[in-house]
């Protein structure tokens, strides 16, 4: 599994925009009010986002990797990560769950969420492999405290309290995220809905105008991003 997993998480970014492509298989509906659906779908989806968005606020765990390998500076064990250990990897199987299930394809929902969450189950025991062997008895210790999956959700306040929450870092990491799932969400309503009526074209000004509000938001996110770099590198 170990073997496994850091192949996932070397070739994982080129296994999501797979992701993304399989929603749109044409397959069995899941119901036939979408709006429903739609609905439940998309409110899923969103608590996920915002598990990712806490925890990035909070205190941050880079999971590129050095290289495209699994690697650690330190370990940490604030903010969402003192109540469950993988709260980024929860807020994305919530993500690809909602998507799915947003989609209001079977396909999806009987390949795709089983198949996401054995990807990153073997992730996090090919991470878990590499922390044990670097931290020893503080990571098995860590592990004794906090679960894998189940996030605790006692102690809050206090993770709240004691931790500041930084918007700026949360809006610049996740901003290219956001933009993926907003822009796909929106392409599959738009896709679903001519499905059930057969013609898109008297909402099809709606799509295009969110389709260009979020590519706007996106780009102008990017740009201040890449500035305020630049200003960094020039001040040293």
């Given at each position: 599994?170990?073997?496994?997993?850091?192949?996932?998480?070397?070739?994982?970014?080129?296994?999501?925009p797979i992701f993304y492509l399989f929603l749109f298989i044409p397959s069995?509906?899941?119901?036939?009010?979408?709006?429903?659906?739609?609905?439940?779908?998309?409110?899923?989806?969103?608590?996920?986002?915002?598990?990712?968005?806490?925890?990035?606020?909070l205190v941050y765990v880079i999971r590129g990797g050095r290289k495209r390998r699994i690697y650690a500076e330190g370990?940490?064990?604030?903010?969402?990560?003192?109540?469950?250990?993988?709260?980024?990897?929860?807020?994305?199987?919530?993500?690809?769950?909602?998507?799915?299930?947003?989609?209001?394809?079977?396909?999806?929902?009987?390949?795709?969420?089983?198949?996401?969450?054995?990807?990153?189950?073997?992730?996090?025991?090919a991470e878990e492999d590499f922390l044990k062997s670097k931290f020893k008895e503080g990571y098995k210790e860590y592990c004794n405290r906090v679960n894998r999956w189940i996030p605790k959700v006692r102690g809050l306040n206090k993770t709240f309290s004691e931790n500041e929450f930084n918007l700026k870092k949360v809006i610049y990491k996740e901003y290219n995220t956001t933009f993926v799932w907003t822009v796909g969400a929106t392409l599959l309503f738009?896709?679903?809905?001519?499905?059930?009526k057969g013609d898109i074209?008297?909402?099809?000004?709606?799509?295009?105008?969110?389709?260009?509000?979020?590519?706007?938001?996106?780009?102008?996110?990017?740009?201040?991003?890449?500035r305020e770099q630049r200003n960094k590198t020039y001040k040293v």
């Amino acid at each position: 599994m170990v073997k496994i997993g850091n192949l996932f998480f070397r070739t994982r970014n080129f296994i999501f925009p797979i992701f993304y492509l399989f929603l749109f298989i044409p397959s069995s509906q899941l119901v036939v009010n979408y709006k429903i659906i739609a609905i439940i779908g998309i409110s899923i989806t969103i608590i996920g986002q915002l598990i990712r968005m806490v925890t990035i606020g909070l205190v941050y765990v880079i999971r590129g990797g050095r290289k495209r390998r699994i690697y650690a500076e330190g370990l940490v064990t604030e903010g969402l990560f003192s109540h469950c250990r993988n709260p980024m990897y929860v807020g994305n199987i919530l993500m690809i769950i909602g998507l799915s299930i947003f989609s209001n394809s079977l396909l999806s929902i009987l390949i795709l969420i089983p198949l996401f969450i054995f990807i990153y189950q073997t992730i996090v025991i090919a991470e878990e492999d590499f922390l044990k062997s670097k931290f020893k008895e503080g990571y098995k210790e860590y592990c004794n405290r906090v679960n894998r999956w189940i996030p605790k959700v006692r102690g809050l306040n206090k993770t709240f309290s004691e931790n500041e929450f930084n918007l700026k870092k949360v809006i610049y990491k996740e901003y290219n995220t956001t933009f993926v799932w907003t822009v796909g969400a929106t392409l599959l309503f738009a896709y679903n809905n001519f499905k059930i009526k057969g013609d898109i074209q008297p909402d099809s000004v709606y799509y295009y105008s969110a389709l260009i509000f979020l590519s706007i938001i996106y780009l102008m996110t990017r740009f201040f991003k890449k500035r305020e770099q630049r200003n960094k590198t020039y001040k040293v």
